[in-house]
């Protein structure tokens, strides 16, 4: 039982939370409450730019028919200094009471100490597909010949995998007694000393995933659903992911889907599977055979960085966290505390997935107003230091003024 009193008790003037009908559609009335983490670093820059440009792009429009009301929702070093707690419990309360929620990147100590904000979010919500569209925006570098035959979206397993965080450190008493039970139940052999992690996925876990990617497909005229996977090697969960994917499609899908290899109708999606690691050259060599990616999360992890690096890089790259009830959307990128407080960083990643959230809301004319807008600031060369050295004679400007850039062109 929560111990705090609702955000809903406490909402601005006029503002009212998103609901879910009795059929599990999201309803979004014209003043919604949206709760935004800032986050660590460079969140606070970014933030008040995307803020700047989602509010224009709602105002632009919908005139004054419709506006976002944000409510702040404390997370990071901002939390711990108001109430002594990296992730207040009352966080995971707020945002499922709001049901729509954006957050700045959140800093996590690699190695030891506190356990990552990011997954703990995650996790705790059952926000359980993590949503990576990569596509090229006009005007912004990138390393390859031909960025713009990368179209794809990229649906990775949340909650589960290695990310699940069941691990001992070598030497540990715990990871020692794992070692010795897997010699003497298993006869496996193991080197002494060694860290022990352990790996879960469930059929649960991925066909949900699959079925969200397979449904998006369907939803968006996609013609292809493609497994990533490591199944040669991990059989039994890796191997498992493809298999339970290839099932859902089959018994639940039918006749709308049909396996890589068979002929396909208008409307149907087919089924691909590729291994992890080829899918990596898959990408740079023959993008346009691929649509919907689904995959186990540390694949996913990988993939959606290096996509990301296909079509400019991760400050060009949004993302979303979606379950079956809340959503978080984020900056994709890390929190870059040399550069906190300069107005500098390009808050690109922020803004695009702000767009993601209005899409998701069903404001679909002030999303769809958004990337064209930033793509025409960019082809302008108003555009912030890392994209500024990358292209001849380009304006250098703040993180600001770029949000102000992009404001005027929507």
């Known amino acids: 039982m929560s111990q705090h009193p609702s955000i809903l008790d406490h909402l601005p003037a006029g503002a009212e939370p998103a609901t879910i009908d009795d059929q599990g559609r999201l309803q979004v009335p014209p003043q919604p409450a949206v709760g935004f983490i800032e986050g660590d670093g ?42 002594g707690e990296y992730l207040p419990q009352r966080v995971f309360d707020d945002i499922r009471d709001l049901l729509l929620a954006i957050k700045g990147p959140l800093t996590t100590p690699v190695g030891g100490g506190m356990r990552s904000l990011n997954v703990t979010l995650r996790q705790r919500l059952d926000l359980y597909a993590c949503i990576r569209p990569v596509k090229w925006i006009p005007g912004v570098p990138s390393p390859v010949k031909r960025p713009e035959a990368v179209d794809m979206v990229i649906y990775r397993e949340n909650t589960e995998d290695l990310y699940a965080g069941i691990e001992w450190p070598a030497g540990s008493p715990e990871a020692d007694w794992f070692i010795a039970e897997l010699k003497r139940r298993f006869g496996a052999d193991v080197r002494p000393g060694s860290a022990i992690g352990v790996k879960p996925m469930s059929a649960f876990g991925s066909q949900r995933l699959v079925r969200m990617a397979l449904e998006y497909a369907l ?37 709308r889907t049909v396996p890589e290899g068979q002929p396909a109708s208008p409307g149907q999606v087919v089924i691909k599977d590729r291994i992890a690691d080829n899918m990596f050259q898959q990408v740079l060599l023959r993008p346009e055979e691929f649509s919907v990616l689904a995959m186990p999360n540390l694949n996913g992890d990988y993939l959606s960085d290096a996509l990301a690096a296909q079509v400019g890089g991760l400050g060009m790259a949004p993302g979303a966290n979606l379950g079956d009830h809340c959503s978080l959307f984020e900056a994709t990128h890390g929190s870059a505390p040399k550069y906190a407080g300069q107005d500098k960083v390009n808050p690109s990643s922020l803004i695009l997935s702000g767009a993601m959230l209005l899409e ?17 600031a960019v082809q302008d060369g108003v555009v912030t230091y890392d994209l500024a050295r990358q292209i001849e004679g380009a304006t250098e400007v703040s993180c600001s003024a770029f949000a102000r850039a992009v404001a005027e062109r929507l």
């Open 42 to 83: 460079i969140g606070p820059d970014i933030w008040r730019a995307a803020r700047l440009v989602l509010d224009a792009a709602v105002a632009k429009a919908y005139g004054g028919d419709r506006r976002i009301h944000w409510v702040e929702l404390l997370v990071g070093e901002k939390a711990y200094q108001a109430t």
């Open 360 to 376: 998701h809301m069903g404001w679909s004319e002030a999303a769809g107003a958004i990337t064209p807008a930033l793509s025409r």
């Open 219 to 255: 939803r968006s005229g996609k013609d292809s659903l493609t497994l990533v996977h490591k199944g040669n090697i991990m059989k039994y969960t890796e191997g498992a992911f493809r298999d339970w994917g290839y099932e859902l499609a089959r018994q639940q899908y039918g006749e």
